[in-house]
């Protein structure tokens, strides 16, 4: 027998069959953590805390979607009201806006990139600052085989929101089958299995990508300073290419909570909603059990682009053209058909939000261990407006955040969000944002 107090989460069983070697991993077991379950109690290394984002085109009905209380909310507005089964877990912001500083609105792009990059483009020219996931993911993500794994739903690659500069976009998996096979396919690695051979092919690749990345000084001192962007954006992809390969020549430690999810097949892909939503569900499985085995700890979800080309069966409006054409209903007072594709579009979302929460951790669940951070391009689409734009977090990342909170910070810069988050995912930041949309105000009543 193994004494209790000599075990921990490297513990193996080990033996010998027909003369050979037998070593059998163990799951994660409550001895292993501390007290709260929230660390390895032999050597208080914090379990895994992960981050993802959710993007959405077309932004909501004023007045339909905040809480009306600020501080403790006891119910959402009516368009956010799917997400009910997760009140403990959100903090709604509203109020905020994004300052154009004299550009132009480059509608549906504008609002959206300031909420992500901290910075406002000129007309339709992205900015050339990373996406604050990106500075995320290399914060948290350095030993995940993905620093971060990004899919579009409408089946459009560059829909993703996730970009390391002007020029760098992480473009987006399109088909579930294809993101399937990237992270569950032929190089994904059973943390719970008790075989474990290198391939052989992977020790050739790591070797060949060693030699080329110790050239890269001597390259860099013979370029201009655009190739030296490029390059430096390459071997920043590079590295983590070889620590991908690093991953897969070292047995994992087993994973509790990592199962294989099943084999997906080939779906149709477009913006018609049914299509969306549906391949938004096959991507929120295999994500959830990407994020479980620790494949990565990093997701971007791109529901729809910014200009939402959202469509119903049969009808000859995009969700877009709905936002502008269709009148505001006299009695309602709001864009009713706006209000369908909204309900869609939350409906999705508490989906995902639902895989995360049903895996269990601990104490909690693997949404608890995130932070999710859901954004869109306008507060007002019907006028391109950038005011009271829609934001949200959801989960505590292991307890750094306070959840269950409306905070309503009337006409401050939507960055105070994305600062927040960053700092909480232990990103070493105290301003952010350009311009007017620079901010050192995090927002307190978050952070726990």
Known sequence: MIPLRKMNRRTALRGMMGGAAVTVGLPIL??????????FAATNAPRPVRFGTWFWGCGLNPGRWEPTTVGEFTEFGPELAVLDPFKSKVNVYS?????????????????????????????LVPTDHPSFDTVIADTIGQRSRFRSLEVACTGVASHSQSRRGASALNPAEVSPLALYQRVFGDEFIDPNSAEFTPDPKVMV??????????????????????????????????????????????????????????SVTEKEIGTEIETVKEN??????????????????????????????????????SHH?????????????????VAEFNAHIMGSFAGVLADLDGVKEG??????????????????????????????????????????????AVGDPVTRVGLTMQQAMGVPIGTWGTLSNETSKTITEVIA
């Open 30 to 39: 409550d001895c292993f953590l501390n007290e709260n379950g929230t660390a």
């Open 95 to 123: 109020g905020m806006k994004t300052f154009l500083d004299g550009k132009p609105n480059g509608v549906h792009f504008s609002g959206a990139i300031c909420c992500t990059t901290g910075a406002v483009p000129t007309d």
């Open 205 to 262: 690749r790591k070797s060949a990508l060693s030699v080329v990345t110790d050239k890269r000084k001597e390259l860099l001192k013979q370029v201009g300073a655009a190739d030296r962007e490029r390059l430096d954006q390459y071997f920043t992809s590079l590295r983590e290419l070889e620590q991908q390969l690093d991953l897969q020549l070292r047995k994992p430690a087993p994973i509790e909570t990592c199962t294989i999810p099943e």
């Open 280 to 317: 938004c569900r096959l991507f929120s499985k295999i994500l959830t059990h990407a994020v479980a085995c620790d494949q990565t700890r990093v997701i971007n979800i791109a529901f729809a682009d910014a200009t939402s080309s959202l469509r119903v069966i049969g009808g000859t409006q």
């Open 321 to 337: 053209e709905f936002t502008h054409e269709e009148p505001v209903d006299p009695i309602l007072g709001y864009q009713p058909g």
């Open 363 to 408: 104490d909690g669940t693997l949404l608890d261990s995130m932070i999710m951070f859901a954004s869109t391009d306008h507060g007002y689409a019907k006028v391109h407006g950038l005011e009271n734009m829609p934001l949200m977090s959801i989960g505590s990342g292991s307890g750094r955040l306070n959840t269950g909170l409306h905070v309503n």
